[in-house]
């Protein structure tokens, strides 16, 4: 049973960037996607962006293109998700979970990261 | 793109049935029978209870059904159980390629 495991909280500058890591534990990423939700204190889930590890093909909300970037490193069953010119709205938790390879629902989820932007 | 439409929050007592709407448009669950439903309990990950509109993943309660008419699909809980209070969000795949979620509902169980 695959689970992802989830780089720990970190705290930030506004305008610099964070990286959060995703790592397949018990198992491999295989064809699925990787797909990034975010959700800001007391506020619902937001979906970022996807990838596909095996193929290195990103796709990305409107709403963060440009500014997210998404990795993945298939020899250690590792993801990343590069979030920058980061503002106070960006003080969220952080999920990765996994999906078909078109990303139609997630399964399992990471444990979610806390990445506060403060001054 | 819009984020689905849900109301904010529900009630039931134990033992009775609720339904959560999730109302979409034409571009997203209108379109494709790509519906997810997840739970959330608080300081949690959230927990996928029904995919492709109602498909259950193994593990999941049959209490959990789910079904959708036109741009709105609907999740059902029957047999209320202390344990079902949380939050629940639908999401859909668009024709954009990408996702969407709804805003939540909070199942509070009297």
């Known amino acids: 049973q695959v689970q992802l495991v989830q780089s720990g909280a970190d705290v930030k500058k506004p305008g610099s960037s964070v990286k959060v890591s995703c790592q397949a534990s018990?198992?491999?990423?295989?064809?699925?996607?990787i797909n990034w939700v975010r959700q800001a204190p007391g506020q619902g889930l937001e979906w970022m962006a996807r990838?596909?590890?095996?193929?290195?093909?990103?796709k990305y909300s409107q709403k963060f293109q440009g500014r997210v970037t998404l990795t993945a490193d298939t020899s250690t069953n590792t993801a990343y998700m590069d979030l920058s010119s980061l503002t106070s709205e960006d003080t969220a938790v952080y999920y990765c979970?996994?999906?078909?390879?078109?990303?139609?629902?997630?399964?399992?989820w990471g444990q979610g990261t806390l990445v506060t932007v403060s001054s | 793109q819009s984020a689905l439409t849900q109301p904010a929050s529900v009630s039931g007592s134990p033992g009775q049935s609720i339904t959560i709407s999730c109302t979409g448009t034409?571009?997203?669950?209108?379109?494709?029978?790509?519906v997810s439903w997840y739970q959330q309990h608080p300081g949690k990950a959230p927990k996928l209870m029904l995919y492709?509109?109602?498909d259950r993943p193994s593990g999941v309660s049959d209490r959990f059904s789910g079904s959708k008419s036109g741009n709105t699909a609907s999740l059902t809980i029957s047999g209320l159980q202390a344990e079902d209070e949380a939050d629940y969000y639908c999401?859909?795949?668009?024709?954009?390629?990408?996702?969407?979620f709804g805003g939540g509902t909070k199942l509070t169980v009297l």
């Open positions: 990838i596909i590890p095996i193929l290195g093909i990103p």
């Open positions: 492709d509109v109602s």
């Open positions: 979970a996994r999906g078909p390879a078109r990303g139609e629902w997630f399964d399992p």
């Open positions: 034409s571009s997203d669950v209108g379109n494709y029978n790509y």
């Open positions: 999401c859909s795949y668009t024709t954009s390629s990408t996702l969407v």
């Open positions: 018990g198992g491999t990423f295989g064809s699925h996607a």
